[in-house]
C-alpha cells in the first residue's frame, strides 16, 4: 500500500489550472524528486497534500484513508511533516524551542495541569526537552540552543526549519527546496541527513528542488511537472532523458544532461 | 550564580511586599492595591496579545463582568464575596468564550473591531439594563467578609489582592513556559509554520482569549472588593485603551513588561492629575515619545540591551 496516494487532483484559483488531474504514489521509505519549472504548481501539490487548499476535484489518501477536507493542523498530527520554501521559522524564539513546537502533537498536557505545573506535566517537559536536545544534535545546532531563531545564519535556519519538522518523527516528510541558498558543504550534509531519514527513521519524502545534482541523486523517483500537468515520472536516469522534461527545461538542457559526479 | 541572585532578589521583594504595606500611608496603600489589580488586567491581556499575537480592545468589558457579577452573586444571592471572586472570573471567563468562538475567525483590524464592539456593547448593557445594575447610578458593593473577619479597609482587602495577584502571575508564568504557551508564541511567529507543526489555531487563540478573560474577571472582582462602587462609564473604551498602553508601554510579549507598564502608567497618571487639564495632553506626549525612542516598552528594551545581549 502507498503511504500517499494522489488521485485525478485539480487545484483551481479563479479559472486558472494550477494542478490538473494529477496522479501520484509514493511507496513506503522511498525519496521522490518533484521538479518542474517554476510556476509549475509545486507548491501547490505541498499545499494541497496539507490541508492550506483544498482541491476541486480528486483524492488524497494517506496510509490508505482520504485526508480531503481535513485542516491543517490535523494532517500534520497524522503524521505529515513539512517545511518551506522561505523558511518559517520563529524567529523571536530560541532555537530550542523551535524545535520543541516541533514536538507539540506529541506532547499530551492540558493548559489546566500546566498552569498549575503539576507533576506529570513536568515528566512530559523533561522528555520533550530531551527528545528536542537529541534533535538539535543531529543536525549539528545543539551549541546554538539558546540563540534566536532570527540570529543564526541563513544554512542554520533552513536545518532548524528541517528539524523541527522531522523531530515527531512523521511517516512522511515534505521538503519544500531543502537546498535553496545552502552552500556546498551544507547541501552534502542535507543529502547524507535525508538518506539516514530514509534508512534509519523509514521516513517517505517528497522532496521539491531545483538542483538537479541533488535531486537527481538523492530520489528514487521523480515526478516532473510542468503548466499543473504531470509530464513525466520514473527512475532519474529516464526522467533526465525524456523528451517532454527537456523541452520544459529549454535552455537548461544541458545542465540535466551533466553526468553525475 | 545568576539564578541565584534571582532567587534571593525574588525571595527579598516577596517578604517586603509581605512586611512593608502597614507601615504604608492610606494613600500609598490605596495605590499599591491600585497597581496590583492593574497588573492583573495587564499580564492578562498580554497572554493574547503579546504572546499569542492577538488584538483585543475589549479588555475593560471582561473587567466590567468580573465587577458587576461578582458583586450581583454577592449581594443578591448571598454568596460569600471570597467565593464570587473566583466566580467572578468563570463569568468573565464564560463570556470571553462566547465573543472568541465567532470572533477570533477574523484577525488584525477585523478582530481589532470586533473587539472594541463588544466592549461598546456591555457598557451600554450595563447602563441600560438598570433592573439589574442600577444603570449610571452604579453599585454600592459591601466590604467582603470572610467568616467574622471583614476586608474592612486598604490594608486588609491588600493581602486578598496581593495573595490573588500572585497567583495568577504563577499561573501566567506557568503557562508561558509549557506546551500551551509555546503554541501561543508559535501563532504570534507564523501561523503558516504552526498549523503544519499540528497546532491547532483557533484553539489555541480560543484559549488565550477565555483566560485573558478569566484574568480580568478576576481584577473586576478585586477591583469591587476594594473600591466598594462600581459604575458603568468606569468600563469603557478608554479603560480598555489604558489596558493595552500598560502592556505595550511595559513590553508586549514579555513576562515583566505588562507589570512594568501597569506600574509606571499608573503613577504617571497619579502624579499628572495635579496638573489639571493638562494631564491627558502630557500623558499624551509622553507615550508618543516613549513608543518613538522605547517601541519594544520598557523592560523590552532592558531584556534587548542587557539580558538578551550577554
Given amino acids: 500500500m502507498s503511504v500517499l496516494s494522489i488521485k485525478g487532483v485539480t487545484m483551481e484559483f479563479g479559472g486558472i489550472k494550477a494542478l490538473s488531474k494529477i496522479d501520484m504514489d509514493l511507496e513506503e521509505c522511498e525519496i521522490r524528486g518533484l521538479i518542474g519549472p517554476n510556476g509549475a504548481g509545486k507548491t501547490t501539490v505541498f499545499n494541497v497534500i496539507t490541508g492550506i487548499y483544498r482541491p476541486k476535484e480528486g483524492d488524497i489518501r494517506f496510509n490508505g484513508d482520504s485526508i480531503l477536507g481535513k485542516k491543517p493542523h490535523e494532517i500534520s498530527g497524522l503524521g505529515i511533516g513539512r517545511t518551506f520554501q522561505n523558511p518559517q521559522l520563529f524567529q523571536t524564539l530560541t532555537v530550542m524551542d523551535n524545535v520543541l513546537i516541533g514536538l507539540h502533537t506529541l506532547g499530551k498536557s492540558s493548559f489546566v495541569s500546566e498552569a498549575l505545573k503539576l507533576p506529570g506535566e513536568r515528566k512530559e517537559e523533561l522528555e520533550l526537552r530531551e527528545k528536542a536536545s537529541h534533535i538539535l544534535e543531529w543536525i549539528g545546532l545543539k551549541e546554538v540552543a539558546d540563540r534566536l531563531g532570527c540570529n543564526l545564519p541563513f544554512g542554520q535556519q533552513k536545518f532548524l526549519e528541517f528539524g523541527r519538522a522531522i523531530v515527531c518523527k512523521p511517516t512522511l516528510l515534505l521538503l519544500d527546496e531543502p537546498a535553496a541558498g545552502l552552500n556546498f558543504e551544507e547541501k552534502v550534509n542535507l543529502d547524507r541527513l535525508v538518506k539516514l531519514l530514509r534508512d534509519e527513521m523509514k521516513i517517505t519524502i517528497l522532496l521539491i528542488e531545483h538542483d538537479m545534482r541533488l535531486v537527481m541523486g538523492i530520489s528514487d523517483r521523480v515526478t516532473v511537472l510542468n503548466y499543473g500537468e504531470k509530464i513525466a515520472e520514473g527512475l532519474p536516469s529516464e526522467v533526465r532523458k525524456d523528451r517532454k522534461v527537456i523541452e520544459a527545461y529549454l535552455g537548461e538542457e544541458k545542465k540535466l544532461r551533466k553526468p553525475k559526479t | ?310
Fill in chain 2, 1 to 310: 550564580m545568576m539564578n541565584y541572585y534571582k532567587t534571593i532578589l525574588l525571595l527579598v521583594g516577596l517578604a517586603l511586599l509581605f512586611v512593608i504595606p502597614p507601615f504604608l500611608k492610606p494613600y500609598y496603600m490605596f495605590m499599591v492595591n491600585y497597581i496590583l489589580i492593574y497588573i492583573i488586567l495587564a499580564v492578562g491581556l498580554n497572554l493574547v496579545m503579546g504572546y499569542t499575537g492577538q488584538i483585543s480592545l475589549g479588555n475593560a468589558a471582561f473587567f466590567g463582568i468580573g465587577a458587576y457579577g461578582s458583586a450581583l452573586l454577592s449581594i443578591k444571592l448571598g454568596i460569600p464575596f471570597l467565593i464570587c471572586i473566583p466566580l467572578g472570573g468563570a463569568i468573565s471567563a464564560f463570556f470571553g468564550f462566547l465573543v472568541a468562538v465567532p470572533a477570533l475567525r477574523m484577525s488584525g483590524l477585523y478582530l481589532a473591531m470586533v473587539t472594541l464592539g463588544f466592549g461598546e456593547l456591555v457598557q451600554l448593557i450595563f447602563f441600560q439594563w438598570e433592573g439589574l445594575t442600577r444603570g449610571p447610578d452604579g453599585i454600592v458593593i459591601p466590604k467582603p467578609k470572610f467568616g467574622s473577619f471583614e476586608f474592612s479597609n486598604d490594608y486588609r482587602v491588600y493581602y486578598l489582592i496581593l495573595i490573588t495577584a500572585l497567583f495568577l502571575l504563577i499561573i501566567a508564568r506557568n503557562i508561558i513556559r509549557s506546551r500551551t504557551g509555546r503554541a501561543f508564541l508559535s501563532i504570534r511567529e507564523s501561523e503558516t509554520a504552526a498549523q503544519s507543526l499540528g497546532v491547532n489555531l483557533r484553539y489555541y487563540k480560543i484559549v488565550a482569549f477565555v483566560m485573558s478573560a478569566f484574568f480580568a474577571g478576576i481584577a473586576g472582582a478585586l477591583y469591587g472588593a476594594f473600591v466598594h462602587y462600581i459604575s458603568p462609564d468606569i468600563f469603557g473604551v478608554f479603560e480598555s485603551i489604558s489596558h493595552l498602553s500598560m502592556v505595550i508601554i511595559g513590553g508586549i510579549g514579555t513576562n515583566l513588561g505588562p507589570i512594568v507598564g501597569a506600574i509606571f502608567v499608573i503613577i504617571l497618571l497619579e502624579v499628572l492629575k495635579g496638573l489639571r487639564g493638562m494631564q491627558e495632553i502630557i500623558y499624551g506626549i509622553i507615550l508618543v515619545v516613549f513608543m518613538i525612542f522605547m517601541s519594544k516598552g520598557i523592560w523590552g528594551m532592558i531584556k534587548e540591551r542587557y539580558i538578551d545581549s550577554r
